[in-house]
């Protein structure tokens, strides 16, 4: 047997230390008895799962915490996952504050983080580079910010009162696969089966589009690599958010324009009267960082806020290793009334194991293919909700062009153009995200994709009358 003492201490320095090279933690205490000699611990709180009994106590009776300093357990801290590149040098943070943290209390604490910070650097105690990042929110929900540091500065931010948890700042990519893009200007002879298999049953296309609904009155937050709002397809609807890295929010990679086309454009889109809003996190290589995608979502979230005339629904062809902070994120919009469509991802594995698809309240989608069958890259299991077909898509392209891509990232938009369609044909702005699963999901056509795992439902989404 191996007897530790401290857990709090334990647990914090082994984290760190594999936080700072860059790696995961390498075990879970299996087998290791922690004795905690403090003021006795809360055996019963929920942190423990059961794991922890009542032992001794000096003062006779029970070992239970009537002080709280032997319960407190230090603040999780997250590394970017097995084969997922950590953002920038590895020593950025997200600090995510714990539910129902008043503005007051966010602004004490921040006050105190940078008390903290200057003391422990005329003290030699931590990098002199480190910086923290202004207070950011997810509506009336999430509160977090970023902050530069190492192992010391970190170890003391676990253990304020006010944190929930801390995450390292990971790569975020699209979800697009190679494939033939040429350009060429589109006509009644280019076939858009991805249109044409989600307003009807079966697998006999027949070459028309008649969807239930066509967006009005909803915002589609488009949280990509940014959107040409000048293109033909969006008709003026198209119009310039905000973007992670300063200046515009149009596209430079073109990814953004594509997703944006096939969700309302006015000839490749589902939704052909939704306002669209361009919201740049990825950069022109197609990649952006944990803290960048959380900051979209914020200004989606506090900007659908303003707007009660219309419906707010957020899309996301992107995806990294499974982040605890981007999915409360992405929980928190859902939580205000936000619809949220992202794009299962890419790896052909469990899409459980990746961020956003893995947020709770997200309607997760999965890509197939022309003949139905799902994509040979296509994420799958439990947390896909819905399927759309995402190979050989055609749509938009800056510059009034259009383009073929292959991708969940172009499943998703497809979705999410059909959520749009669905809130103005019920004709309710109000329309509850859990509601909108639900009734998304039971409109699919059901038990036609081919090639799936028992885990994955077998829905293919349906927008027909």
Known sequence: MHLVTGLTLMVALVSLLEAAKGGARRGDGTNVDVHVIDTGVDVSHREFQGRAIQGYSDFGGSSLDDNGHGTRVAAPLH?????????????????????????????????????????????????????????????????????RGDA?????????????????????????????????????????????????RGQQLNHRFSPRGDGTNVDVHVIDTGVDVSHREFQGRAIQGYSDFGGSSLDDNGHGTHVAGTIGGRLVGIAKKAALVAVKVLNRGGSGSTSGIIRGITYSVNRGATRNDKASVINMSLEGGKSFAVNLAVTSAINQGVHVIVAAGNENQDACNHSPASATGAITVGATDSSDAKAPFSNFGACVDIWAAGVGVISARPGSRYRYLSGTSMASPLVAGAVAAHISSSGNLNFAPAAMKSAITALATCNLISGLDTASPNKLVYIGC
């Open 79 to 147: 590394v970017s996952p097995k084969g997922m590149m950590p953002a920038g040098s590895g020593n950025e943070f997200i600090v995510c504050l714990k539910a129902g943290t008043t503005l007051a209390i966010a602004e004490a604490h921040m006050n105190d983080v940078k008390r903290m910070m200057r003391k422990m650097k005329q003290q030699g105690k931590t990098a002199e580079n480190s910086y923290i990042d202004k207070m950011e929110h997810v509506g009336n929900g999430l509160m977090f910010y970023t902050i």
């Open 152 to 200: 010391s500065l970190i170890n003391e931010l676990r253990n304020n009162d006010a944190v929930e948890m801390i995450e390292q700042n990971q790569v975020f990519r699209i979800c697009q696969q190679s494939c033939p893009t040429g350009t060429f200007r589109l006509s009644s002879h280019v076939s858009q089966y991805n249109l044409d298999k989600a307003d009807q």
